[in-house]
């Protein structure tokens, strides 16, 4: 039986999940089996360029060793006590990052959607407690092409009909505004009850959407004139990808441990991680917060069966350990502005991209057909022809988010291997 199982093909476990499978994701056609670094195989063994990293999950590469070293060792020793005790793990986990990102407490969960939830919760209840705001009142500002997660609450704010369409009732307490409009921003906070702002610092699936430069810093001071809680969704730009520790840090190049130096370094009042806080080998998040903020939260008000257990514990530390002692935000930011040189050259030469934006490695290329056409899908499908694997967000847009280590060799090959695909891609 299990031998029979082993050589199945793309094309046969394709239609397996096509079969026992829900149907919510639209996977581009390739069924991978191994990973190292900045590769992964197909059944078939061809090799590709992973130009996703899991959402940027994998922004270590696949399979670093020391994560899965951690992993392995810990799997071992102790998996789960839940939190009914406490375990020899979670305690240097807490101390770990919260040094790591100069906070003073965590709340460690599972998976971004429910860090950002967790997040809502702390943000409301200091609202109610500390702050004055009549109970069940309290609003969150959130912005237009969010994407937070999926639960039910989270979906409630979201503007994308696909994400939210017969999902309803939906939650009631946020306030949406555009993105990267600081007037509009100003003027949501005027409202009564406002308590927090939910932002992305880059709105990844929104399409690599890069606003201002100085958006964050001023929504930072507006928030604070109007006493209002800062949440920084980093789920997804944290963790090294767009060239700092945190995309909130602006050009600040601290590696690991936080220094605060650069007058472009926002600090949010919470910060959400998710993602590479383990480097895609375990599900891990986290809520980050000062005690003024996180202690409204006391025994029985929230919690995870999972949540801080010892081997996320032990993968997450492993996770940062890799990000600072590889110096990845320094890498990153070097690679990225390598990238987008070259993918400003590359537009010069051929009508069918009008656009690369982004920061670090979390970049975009805007393809110059209708968001309802099948162009970028049809790059993608030729690209990963030519080994290189990435997906279209939104249409008409291609996100290009490789594992961090990549180095520079390997990030020429990959330019080849885009240039050639655009180059001789016929419609
Ligand atoms: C992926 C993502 C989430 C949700 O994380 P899950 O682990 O998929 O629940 C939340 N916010 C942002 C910005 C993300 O990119």
Redesign the pocket.
């Known amino acids: 039986m299990s031998s029979t199982l082993e050589k199945l093909s793309s094309e046969e476990l394709i239609k397996m999940e096509e079969k026992h499978g829900a149907h919510n994701y639209h996977p581009l056609p390739v069924v991978l089996s191994k990973g190292d670094g900045v590769y992964v195989w197909d059944v078939e063994g061809k090799k590709y360029y992973d130009f996703l990293s899991a959402?940027?999950a994998v922004n270590q590469g696949h399979c670093h060793p020391h994560i899965v070293g951690a992993l392995k060792k810990q799997a071992d020793t102790l998996t789960l006590t839940s939190r009914a005790f406490y375990n020899d793990a979670l305690g240097p986990f807490e101390k770990f990052v919260t040094e790591f990102f100069n906070f003073d407490k965590v709340l460690a969960m599972n998976?971004?959607?429910?860090a950002?939830e967790t997040a809502i919760k702390i943000c409301r209840k200091h609202a109610y407690e500390k702050r004055g705001i009549p109970e069940d009142q309290a609003k969150i500002i959130v912005c237009e092409n969010n994407?937070?997660?999926?639960t039910t609450t989270i979906v409630s704010f979201s503007n994308d009909e696909t994400a939210r369409k017969n999902f309803g009732p939906y939650t009631p307490g946020f306030i949406r505004i555009p993105y990267d409009d600081v007037d509009a921003l100003d003027k949501a906070l005027q409202e009564e009850n406002v308590a927090g702002f939910l932002v992305?610092p880059i709105q990844?699936?929104a399409g690599v959407f890069t606003p201002a430069s100085n958006y964050m810093a001023e929504a930072r001071r507006l928030c604070d004139k109007h006493g209002v809680t800062f949440i920084a969704?980093e789920?997804?730009?944290g963790i090294a990808r767009t060239g700092s520790l945190l995309a909130v840090c602006g050009n600040c190049s601290c590696e690991g441990h936080c220094e605060r130096q650069e007058d472009t370094y926002v600090r949010p009042d919470i910060v959400?991680l998710?993602?590479a806080i383990s480097g895609g080998v375990y599900?891990v998040?986290a809520v980050l917060a000062d005690d003024e903020i996180m202690n409204v939260i006391q025994p029985g008000q929230h919690g995870s069966t999972f949540g801080g257990n010892p081997l996320a514990a032990k993968v997450a530390v492993a996770a940062l350990e890799v990000i600072s002692d590889e110096k990845l935000a320094q890498n990153a930011r070097k690679m990225g502005e390598l990238f987008r040189r070259e993918m400003n050259r590359i537009i010069e030469k051929t009508d069918l991209v009008t656009k690369v934006r982004g920061k670090g490695l979390l970049n975009a290329i805007l393809i110059n057909d209708t968001p309802d056409s099948t162009t970028a899908w049809d790059l993608c499908m030729a690209m990963k022809e030519n080994g290189l694997i990435a997906k279209p967000t939104h249409g008409n847009i291609i996100r290009f988010a490789p594992p961090l280590v990549m180095n520079e060799e390997q990030l020429m090959d990959c330019v080849a291997i885009i240039e050639k695909t655009l180059l001789a891609f016929k419609k």
Do not use: I, L, M
């Not at 994407?147 to 999926?150: E, P, V």
């Open positions: 959402y940027s998976s971004g959607a429910e950002v994407f937070h997660g999926r992305e990844g699936e969704d789920v997804q730009t959400v998710g993602k599900p998040s």
